[in-house]
């Protein structure tokens, strides 16, 4: 099935504004890459769909071209080979950094994320703050289950498993994403550590069957705000008594709605509250 991308030349100093002007956007279907020092960027948006694109166009210009086929993609962002997770995680791109990792650090985690177009290494806002909230809760102290919801290029779930939960699914709706995913998983485990499901949040029936009525004790997503609202109660359902969501990917002036939604369905209080600019993480626990 052919992928699709939007592009636009932006002013450097622009970027935070066309953020939230996409804030109702998946984050990982955007790109916003930068030269060092250059006064200019580039804004880019990816979907299956054309009809979704052509909007974008014709409300701010910029071209749609066809995605070249996977092994023809190049990481559309600047490169950062090492991204620190707490004391006892690193990300890193390539087995020669992990490699210099471990040589400091005898017992230290690293996972290998290549760049590529399942945005997910760890850098932006929204994905380290969870990162850093799992990496304090994961502890391999007892079986751990741990569900990944929207999970990308695979980057919370594969943390979570490095981490030391015992039981680790991953869903997300794009079977793109499920597939470079799985390519992380090579990269870092032996095939089969983790369930990956092709499954969407805003179709509880289909997202029951994926899952077989399995709950967790620990359920991460890294979505938009719209879907986060939307999705509240699946999310809610599938915690374990005592079990924790950490949310994050909302924008702060969204936050009140997110909390709203997932607060009006009782039985769930919020625990902990992030901010890294303008980007808000939040931990809700099960009572």
């Not at 471990?102 to 985690?109: D, V, Y």
């Not at 470079?180 to 369930?195: D, H, L, P, S, T």
């Not at 069957?209 to 890294?222: D, F, Q, R, T």
């Amino acid at each position: 099935m052919a992928q699709y991308f939007w592009r636009r030349r932006i002013a450097a100093g622009a970027i935070a504004r066309w953020e939230e002007r996409l804030a109702g956007l998946p984050p990982q279907s955007i790109v916003i890459s930068q030269k060092p020092r250059a006064a200019v960027a580039w804004v880019e948006v990816y979907s299956k769909r054309f009809s979704g694109l052509s909007r974008l166009r014709d409300q701010f210009g910029g071209v749609i071209e066809e995605v070249p086929p996977p092994r023809q993609w190049v990481a559309a962002r600047v490169s950062n080979p090492m991204v620190r997770v707490g004391k006892r995680l690193a990300i890193a791109e390539s087995e020669s950094t992990a490699a210099e990792w471990r040589a400091g650090r005898p017992g230290g985690r690293v996972l290998i994320i290549p760049a590529g177009l399942a945005f997910g290494s760890g850098a932006h806002a929204t994905t380290a703050m969870l990162l850093r909230m799992i990496e304090r809760r994961v502890r391999g102290e007892f079986r751990l289950s741990v569900l990944d919801v929207g999970t990308g290029s695979g980057i919370l779930a594969l943390a979570a498993r490095k981490l030391g939960a015992d039981i680790v699914a991953a869903l997300d709706h794009d079977p793109v994403a499920i597939r470079v995913a799985k390519q992380n998983e090579r990269a870092n485990f032996r095939q089969g550590c983790i369930q990956w499901r092709v499954a969407d949040l805003t179709s509880p029936v289909r997202m029951a069957a994926s899952l077989a009525g399995s709950k967790y004790h620990l359920i991460v997503a890294n979505l938009y705000s719209e879907l986060l609202a939307v999705g509240a109660k699946s999310l809610v359902q599938r915690l374990r008594p005592s079990g924790e969501l950490l949310i994050s990917g909302v924008l702060a002036i969204q936050e009140e709605s997110v909390a709203s939604a997932i607060g009006s369905l009782g039985g769930i209080v919020m625990i902990e509250r992030r901010r890294t600019g303008k980007w808000v993480a939040q931990t809700w626990r099960k009572s």
